[in-house]
Each structure stands twice: as C-alpha cells, then as structure tokens.
C-alpha cells in the first residue's frame, strides 16, 4: 500500500535554530516524487520542496533542505534558521509511479517556533 | 489572479442540502485536483481534471460527489443531499503540466470549509 507516515503530530523550535521534520514513505514503485507543503493557518497549502526518487542529490530551497535516504524509505525536512513564520502545519507528500499526478499525505506535524 | 481562488470561503448547510463549491485556477494551468481534508488530517484526494477532461474521479466518495470543469478552467464540485460525514475544508490545487513535480508543483487554494448541522 503507498502510504506517508509522519510521527511527529508536534514539534517546538526555539526561533533561529534548525529543526527537522520526520516522514517515511511507502510504495512499491521505481519512479515517484516527494513533496513538502506548509499550510498556515490560513489554509493554503504552500509547495515549499520537491525530490525525485532519482534524483541523487538531496533538494534544497532556501532555508529548507530534504534529507532523502532512500533504502530507509525517509524523507525528512529540515528547516534552518527557524523563523516566527515558520509556525504551521507542515505536510510530507508522495507521487506514486509514473503516469499518476494524485498525492498522497501525511497527516501532519504542527510546528510552533517560540523567541 | 494570481493563485488558485475558491469560494465560498465558508459554507454552511443543513443535512440533505445540496451544496457548489467554486474552484478558479491559476490562468493557463491544465490540470485540476479537488482534496477533501478532514479535520486534524491530511488532504484526501477526491478527483483530477486536464483541461476539461476527469481523468480521475477514484476518491469521490459517494454519487452524491460531482465535480466539473466544463470549459477547461473553472471548475464546481457538487454535493448532493448533504450529510454531517461531508464536513470538512475542500481545497482546489492546479498545476501547469501534466504531471506533477518539481517544476510543476500544485498550487492550492485557501479552500471551502463545509460545516453540515
């Protein structure tokens, strides 16, 4: 079964510091994709980072990077120099095979920087 | 606009009420998804759209579901005689390509949130 499996319903970061955000996947497809969104508490859902299953280096975007291992079926993100605004629902995402375009979520880890 | 525009914002409805949630994606973006996410979940995947075609309609859970998007932009999800189980935020993403990924990531709306009483 593909399935996103994020532990951690809850994380606090002390505002500056780094932070990393658990989530293992599960498929049994060659080709897929993983994907990180932050929704505030606005709602949206904001595309922060994308990796390719074969893409051998690990994706960064700014402050973000994504901690791929892919025999431990892993893909953690890391937020550096956590901002205030960094406050949010964060979601790990996965887009199974080739010719799908549906995700499939995790159900999320809320993440609170403190000052 | 400039991103994805659902409305209404909030909706709320008495059980057995038919309800339209409204979806404008971003111009030019060929495909569409509707999610339904549940309250302290993750959005589900309830059906896909490339331009006026619905490739995919496996996560609608009911024929009380229906979506359209009949001139390839704007698009309407429908539900039908409404129940408390339908509660829940359905947010609208569009995407530029065919296929999803790094250079064509979803781009998501704020989102309806739907409050059957």
């Known amino acids: 079964a593909q399935k996103i499996t994020q532990t951690q319903p809850g994380m606090f970061v002390q505002e500056k510091e780094a932070v990393t955000l658990d989530c293992t996947y599960d498929t049994s497809d060659q080709s897929y994709g993983l994907f990180w969104y932050k929704q505030p508490s606005s709602g949206e859902m904001i595309f922060l980072i994308y990796q390719g299953s074969y893409d051998e280096q690990n994706a960064t975007e700014g402050r973000y990077s994504l901690n791929f291992q892919k025999a431990r079926k892993s893909a953690n993100l890391v937020i550096s120099a956590s901002q205030l605004g960094d406050s949010a629902m964060y979601f790990c995402a996965m887009s199974p095979g080739w010719n799908t375009d549906k995700l499939i979520f995790g159900t999320g880890t809320r993440l609170q920087v403190f000052p | 606009g400039a991103g994805v525009s659902q409305s209404p914002r909030y909706k709320v409805a008495k059980r057995g009420q038919d309800v339209a949630l409204r979806c404008d994606p971003i111009?030019?973006?060929?495909?569409l998804f509707w999610y339904q996410q549940a309250l302290g979940q993750g959005p589900e995947f309830l059906t896909y759209?490339?331009?006026?075609?619905?490739?995919?309609k496996s996560g609608l859970p009911s024929d009380r579901f229906f979506a359209e998007r009949p001139e390839g932009s704007v698009s309407t999800l429908k539900i039908q005689r409404t129940q408390q189980e339908d509660s829940a935020v359905y947010l609208c993403?569009?995407?530029?390509?065919?296929?999803?990924?790094?250079?064509?990531?979803?781009?998501f709306g704020n989102g309806t949130r739907l409050t059957v009483t």
């Open positions: 759209f490339q331009n006026e075609a619905q490739l995919d």
């Open positions: 993403a569009s995407s530029l390509g065919t296929r999803t990924g790094g250079e064509s990531p979803l781009h």
């Open positions: 111009s030019g973006h060929v495909s």
